[in-house]
């Protein structure tokens, strides 16, 4: 690619793929509502609002991909969620389908599904069962991806992450676990496939206790690595185990399922 646009790229998640992803396109774009942060040789910073039309038109102009990782990524109250999560999400593809239809790797989340107990193994048609206002925008924004691509041809994987971070750190990660370098490699192939569609793809490791199917996935050519059982014995030794009674031993979206609906 010509250029990539990143965007949320100043959050934690987009600092740790940056430097994976830099070889992906001759420049990065990182886009973000927060001051410039711009480290790579060949990255350059747009400052952007998601919920100003006009700033998410110019943001992607000239990108011929978009990893989209912007936006609220916690519990908070409904407005900044709305604005955030769908307003942002709708200008999001709005600019695309201006610009040509650069394909789109969807930060969707495990929030979606929060709802499940621990004990199924979902694949990905499960029914929908949000843990909060924040899991309804990610499905609104898989609903949203879904429209674009059967009414306009928008391709986009939408990628339910689970627990992204350095190392899993808890026992719910030991099955929720994402590293930071298969998300990188679930990014690249989703962009090197000659076709990709609208696919829902657990964003998760090779984890043995892992909780998501991602069988469906063999056409795509990606298969996660790393496995969060290297660090059981630590956060055995580490982390307290959660009684059974509790929200991160009996349900998918973890402490998710404690949150209130905030008002402010």
Same mark, same amino acid.
């Given at each position: 690619?010509?250029?990539?646009?990143?965007?949320?790229?100043?959050? !934690?998640?987009?600092? &740790?793929?940056?430097?994976?992803? *830099?070889?992906?396109?001759?420049?990065?774009? =990182? $886009?973000? /509502?927060?001051?410039?942060?711009?480290?790579?040789?060949?990255?350059?910073?747009?400052?952007?609002?998601? !919920?100003?039309?006009? &700033?998410?038109?110019?943001?992607? *102009?000239?990108?011929?991909?978009?990893?989209? =990782? $912007?936006? /609220?990524?916690?519990?908070?109250?409904?407005?900044?969620?709305?604005?955030?999560?769908?307003?942002?999400?709708?200008?999001?593809?709005?600019?695309?389908?201006?610009?040509?239809?650069?394909?789109?790797?969807?930060?969707?989340?495990?929030?979606?599904?929060?709802?499940?107990?621990?004990?199924?193994?979902?694949?990905?048609?499960?029914?929908?069962?949000?843990?909060?206002?924040?899991?309804?925008?990610?499905?609104?924004?898989?609903?949203?991806?879904?429209?674009?691509?059967?009414?306009?041809?928008?391709?986009?994987?939408?990628?339910?992450?689970?627990?992204?971070?350095?190392?899993?750190?808890?026992?719910?990660?030991?099955?929720?676990?994402?590293?930071?370098?298969?998300?990188?490699?679930?990014?690249?192939?989703?962009?090197?496939?000659?076709?990709?569609?609208?696919?829902?793809?657990?964003?998760?490791?090779?984890?043995?206790?892992?909780?998501?199917?991602?069988?469906?996935?063999?056409?795509?050519?990606?298969?996660?690595?790393?496995?969060?059982?290297?660090?059981?014995?630590?956060?055995?030794?580490?982390?307290?185990?959660?009684?059974?009674?509790?929200?991160?031993?009996?349900?998918?979206?973890?402490?998710?399922?404690?949150?209130?609906?905030?008002?402010?």
């Amino acid at each position: 690619m010509k250029r990539l646009l990143i965007t949320g790229a100043a959050g !934690a998640l987009g600092r &740790a793929l940056r430097p994976r992803l *830099a070889l992906l396109a001759e420049t990065i774009r =990182l $886009g973000d /509502i927060a001051p410039a942060d711009v480290t790579g040789p060949n990255e350059e910073w747009m400052h952007c609002d998601l !919920a100003e039309p006009w &700033a998410v038109d110019a943001m992607v *102009a000239g990108c011929d991909g978009i990893v989209h =990782l $912007g936006g /609220i990524s916690v519990e908070r109250p409904f407005d900044e969620v709305v604005t955030g999560n769908i307003v942002g999400l709708y200008n999001l593809y709005e600019a695309a389908r201006a610009h040509g239809l650069p394909r789109i790797i969807f930060a969707s989340s495990n929030h979606t599904i929060g709802y499940y107990p621990q004990t199924d193994r979902l694949g990905p048609d499960a029914p929908f069962r949000p843990d909060g206002l924040y899991g309804v925008s990610k499905c609104f924004g898989e609903s949203l991806a879904r429209l674009y691509f059967d009414k306009f041809g928008q391709e986009a994987a939408l990628v339910r992450i689970g627990s992204c971070t350095t190392e899993p750190m808890d026992h719910r990660m030991l099955s929720t676990w994402f590293s930071h370098g298969d998300f990188a490699s679930l990014i690249e192939a989703a962009f090197r496939s000659p076709v990709l569609g609208c696919p829902v793809i657990w964003g998760v490791s090779a984890n043995d206790s892992c909780w998501w199917d991602n069988s469906h996935l063999t056409w795509l050519g990606w298969r996660a690595k790393d496995n969060a059982e290297a660090w059981r014995e630590k956060i055995e030794t580490n982390a307290a185990k959660p009684t059974p009674d509790k929200s991160m031993a009996r349900f998918q979206g973890g402490a998710f399922t404690d949150n209130p609906i905030f008002k402010e």
